[in-house]
């Protein structure tokens, strides 16, 4: 499986859909440990339930077997986009146990992209076979 954080607009989605998709690679990370992650970038905010259930249901798909696009709920892309170094860190323990060194790099990257976005773009993540 293929995991991939980006930032689109809603009317680029069909176009990436069709493409290879840009954004950051989140190697180590699959869709349903995302959700662990979401409670723990929001303090609470977003039960890891709630990532869960909207991880279920792609935005866009190229048809039942993928790929697929799933939007980012917006509490967990400006808890990312305005986080610290320091913040990101403790996150990713608590995220890892300290075992994920992979996995804290991708979410590091994820802060970035985030912290990078404009108004008119939301974070999704792309899923597919790997290529």
């Known amino acids: 499986m293929?995991?991939?954080a980006f930032l689109a607009r809603p009317e680029q989605l069909r176009l990436i859909l069709r493409d290879e998709p840009p954004g950051v690679p989140l190697t180590g990370v699959d869709p349903l440990?995302?959700?662990?992650?979401?409670e723990i970038v929001t303090s609470?905010?977003?039960p890891s339930s709630r990532l869960a259930e909207t991880l279920?249901?792609?935005v866009l798909t190229a048809g039942p077997s993928g790929p697929f696009i799933y939007a980012v709920p917006d509490e967990i892309t400006d808890a990312l986009?305005?986080?610290d170094a320091g913040e990101r860190a403790r996150w990713i323990q608590d995220?890892?146990?300290g075992t994920g060194p992979v996995r804290g790099k991708a979410l590091a990257a994820v802060a970035e992209l985030a912290a990078g976005r404009d108004p008119s773009q939301h974070l999704y993540v792309w899923v597919g076979d790997e290529s």
């Open 95 to 97: 995220w890892t146990a």
């Open 81 to 83: 986009g305005n986080s």
């Open 44 to 46: 609470g905010k977003v």
């Open 56 to 58: 279920r249901t792609p």
């Open 33 to 38: 440990n995302l959700s662990s992650l979401a």
């Open 2 to 4: 293929r995991v991939q």
